[in-house]
């Protein structure tokens, strides 16, 4: 009884001796390559920052034009949730059509 009590010990501590440099090797090469997103979407910041820009512009034309407080504020809620939704469109986009 002692003896395999002896030997579970000596067995136990060579597991635990082995587990704990494999863990510390996975997580330096897992801080080394960064978030897991930018392994799969490398240009997710160039992409979020385009974003941000036509956001900022489009604010712009909507402070620039004559409509009420409360439309502004809906045109600018609906840019930011739905980023080019039918209202937003229609109050943006102006007639061109060109006569002779």
């Keep these: 009884m002692i003896i395999f009590m002896g030997m579970c010990a000596f067995g136990a501590n060579d597991l635990l001796a082995q587990q704990g440099p494999q863990k510390e090797a996975e997580l330096g090469v897992e801080e080394e390559e960064g978030p897991m997103l930018f392994k799969f979407?490398?240009?997710?910041?160039?992409?979020?920052?385009?974003?941000?820009?036509?956001?900022?512009?489009?604010?712009?034309?909507?402070d620039?034009?004559?409509?009420?407080?409360?439309?502004?504020?809906?045109?600018?809620?609906?840019?930011?949730?739905?980023?080019?939704?039918?209202?937003?469109?229609k109050i943006l986009l102006a007639n061109n059509k060109f006569e002779e």
């Design 64 to 89: 620039s034009l004559d409509i009420s407080e409360g439309k502004r504020q809906k045109l600018i809620r609906d840019l930011y949730k739905n980023n080019g939704s039918k209202k937003l469109n």
């Design 41 to 62: 979407e490398p240009d997710y910041l160039a992409a979020e920052e385009a974003r941000r820009k036509e956001i900022l512009m489009t604010r712009a034309m909507i």
